[in-house]
């Protein structure tokens, strides 16, 4: 074979593997995402349904000074968000701060820098795995560099990036009404505009104290569109395990619950660096980037001009939905029955004593346990997502005893009581009293109190 025949085999053969990969990969992508889909689509509508233009357009207007926000029980105006504008940013970041307190979440500053403008953090901690953490976040800080306004007095920001931080405050609302198994966690950054810095040091401490941050969601600018493409672009990092597929979720989410929005999949340019997504891309953590069209660029952007009346507010609405919508899928941890209780009691069936600190494993069989012990009147209680459940009790010197296929329904209690039979060397005493020997007893009570 000659020299040019060898090349073309060569590039016959390459292309051939290239095609291959490129199946292996959208398969993979479609495997995963339509795992993360399995969830009862019925409650996330149901969340999707919560999200109204009113309350975007409502909330996107307080945080870009259309009308003024409750602040020190005294009306406020919003004139600015830049990290460096002394009161209007403390009073922004004390405003969300109050917002998600509000929706039920705990809430945390992150200083990264000054405590005039620290990142604002909240959280739901998640009912059964509760060290497995997702994210949804967006820059809080504003600029309006491109038309020399002093941005310290004015930078409404309205696109860039009160759009963002409003559908992260509204995802707070929406899925603070409902019980997770993970941690779901909100995050508004300040320093985005001076160079990603809030985020950075937030997601540095993050990889620092090793959180398992399993996925983030970052939209920045999600509120312009002037052509009917209604493009949204997510950018996703091939090499990072985990980003595209979070990509590929949010695309099947605009479509499965027919979002009028055009996603575009954006993958490894560096565009998308640009971004508070990069600070979790830095530290190995899957992360995207939502953001409008970059095509149809807002021509507002960094500019005093960047206000409610240049958006498209039907665009946004759809863009807030399919946020809220692809963060509860992300977990796959919606806890669609809510939760219950068991309880019980455990006493030695010989003199009805009751036992402390008697061990309990409480396993669904599915991966879920959980542990706790009985008090000193020998209860315990412990509080799980409804199921059918197996509950094991051992204690010293007794013999273990299980009782499986304890149901507990949603806001239901059940009760699972035990006496337990001492071994033998705790059962002499009791011989030379002739006891009657009896067998284990479990008591069949499940009762459901309201
Ligand atoms: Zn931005």
């Given at each position: 074979m000659n020299r040019p025949q060898r090349v073309l085999l060569l590039v016959v053969i390459l292309a051939a593997a290239l095609a291959e990969s490129a199946h292996l990969f959208s398969a993979a992508l479609e495997e995963s995402s339509a795992e993360l889909l399995a969830l009862p689509a019925d409650s996330i509508q149901g969340m999707i349904d919560q999200i109204s233009q009113e309350d975007v357009v409502r909330q996107v207007g307080l945080l870009s000074g259309e009308w003024p926000i409750l602040s020190l029980g005294q009306p406020y105006t919003i004139s600015s968000r830049h990290t460096l504008s002394g009161e209007s940013i403390s009073r922004t970041v004390r405003y969300v701060a109050s917002r998600m307190s509000a929706a039920g979440l705990s809430v945390q500053y992150h200083v990264w820098e000054d405590q005039n403008y620290p990142n604002v953090i909240g959280e739901l901690v998640g009912q059964s795995n509760p060290e497995q953490i997702y994210l949804i976040s967006a820059h809080l800080d504003s600029v309006s560099t491109r038309d020399r306004a002093p941005s310290a007095l004015l930078a409404p920001g309205a696109d860039d990036n009160a759009s963002g931080t409003a559908a992260v405050l509204l995802a707070a609302d929406v899925l603070s009404r409902y019980q997770w198994g993970c941690t779901l966690r909100f995050g508004l950054w300040t320093g985005e505009e001076q160079g990603l810095k809030g985020s950075a040091a937030y997601a540095a401490d993050a990889a620092d104290l090793g959180e398992q941050i399993a996925g983030v969601l970052n939209l920045d600018m999600i509120g312009y569109n002037s052509d009917d493409s209604r493009i949204i672009d997510l950018h996703a990092r091939s090499w990072l395990t985990g980003s595209v597929e979070i990509a590929s979720l949010m695309i099947d989410v605009v479509d499965n619950y027919n979002l009028n929005l055009q996603p575009e999949l954006i993958i490894d340019?560096?565009?998308?660096?640009?971004?508070?997504?990069k600070s979790f891309w830095d530290n190995s953590y899957p992360a995207i980037l939502a953001i409008e069209d970059h095509d149809d660029?807002?021509?507002?952007?960094?500019?005093?001009?960047?206000?409610?009346?240049?958006?498209d507010i039907d665009f946004m609405t759809e863009f807030v939905k399919a946020g809220v919508a692809a963060f509860a899928h992300m977990?796959?941890?919606?806890?669609?029955d809510g939760l219950g209780t068991v309880e019980g009691q455990v006493r030695s069936i010989a003199d009805e004593q009751p036992l402390t600190a008697a061990a309990i494993e409480i396993s669904d069989g599915a991966g879920l346990t959980a542990t706790t012990s009985t008090s000193a009147s020998g209860a315990y209680s412990s509080t799980l997502p409804a199921g059918s459940y197996t509950i094991t009790v051992s204690a010293n010197g007794f013999f273990p005893a299980s009782a499986p296929g304890v149901s507990l329904a949603a806001s239901a209690v059940a009760v699972q009581d035990f006496a337990l039979k001492a071994q033998l060397r705790a059962y002499l005493p009791l011989l030379i009293q002739e006891q009657p020997a009896s067998p284990l007893v479990r008591s069949p009570l499940i009762t459901r109190r309201p």
């Open positions: 340019v560096p565009l998308s660096d640009r971004s508070d997504n660029f807002n021509p507002y952007y960094h500019t005093s001009e960047d206000r409610l009346e240049n958006m977990g796959n941890c919606l806890l669609a």
